[in-house]
């Protein structure tokens, strides 16, 4: 039976398959991969994403600075012109002094501060405070001799278009990874990888009960991720892959409700969801159910783990475990396991 085993594990293509909505964190976890289980990120890599961190910051400080205005905030002339400066800038992945100290004063600014504060009304990077705190000690961080920790390397957002594919080594386990864009633009080319899928790796946001779409500022942000997983879960391509939900941004999750004090059903979309004093554990209990409910089979087996992609001993631990269940799931699917 071992030797059986071994050999099907071996022969076997256990292909994992990333999914979720845009900025749920998919990317974040394949980062995580490639760190943990890959060939981790080099120095050349690491200074080829230097100009991705800068844009975000600057994209970022432009953000905030468009969204003052509908949100009824006139800023004061100096931060006005610090932002007209980085609106026109030609070239949003360079810092140069002048960007560095707009920046500065913008970020320094108590109006542009509590813009950043309502910025679940507006699009703009969930993890921009931490690029703007680095930049206080520029040159250091975002000169001509840095280059981004591993940290900094995990926050930076890129968004994902086209397939990206990957082979890791876990627990003796060979995977096959595949990480797709997850705006609606970018799922019409999902189904070209889903063939002979062992497991499904669906990454969903928890801290985005109050945002909208990027790409629809319509729809709500859950709305759309149990949606995605509705047909997802109930797709006849994933009828024999292991099911794994991963309840992601736990992190920002757990500050926006339990500090922020937001409520679940700010929205007014879910009157279902517990309200009154912040439980966090009726919280993720909600979460889960919520999600599993959006699966028309009661029998199936859907693994839920509470995640924060930006934590790589806790993605290290959850896909030990995880790679168990898609191990046990290629034995069932070969016949090996009943
Ligand atoms: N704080 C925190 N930030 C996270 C977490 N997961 C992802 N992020 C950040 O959220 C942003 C979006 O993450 P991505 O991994 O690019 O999202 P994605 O699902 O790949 O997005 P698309 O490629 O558009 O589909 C990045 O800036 C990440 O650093 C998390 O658990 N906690
Ligand atoms: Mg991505």
New binding site residues.
Partial sequence: MRLAQDRKVEQGKLKLL?L????????????QMKLLYGAGITQEERFKIRPFVIG?LIEGACDIYQAGEPLGVSFRDEVQAAGEMLIDLPDKRTLTDEVVDAINLMWNDEDFRGVWNQRSKFQV???WNEFADALGGYPQWGGPDWTPTTDEI????????GVVDEEFLVKNVKLRML?????RN?RRKWIHCFENVTSVLF?A?L?EYDQVL?EDSSKNRLVESLELFEEISNSEWFLESAMILFL?????FEKKYMEDQVPLNVTGLFPDAPGGEPDLDKAYAWFEQKFKDQCKDPERTIFVHT?????TGMIDAVMRSSSQHILRQNLKGSGVLV
Avoid at 179 to 183: L, P
Avoid at 248 to 252: E, R
């Fill in positions: 990333l979720g909505a845009g900025e749920s964190g998919k990317s974040t976890i394949f980062k975000n990077q969930d993890t995990l926050r930076c957002r890129v968004r994902t278009t990480d797709v864009g997850g705006q970018e990454v946001s801290s990027f992601n941004k736990s992190d920002l995640t924060n992609a930006t934590d």
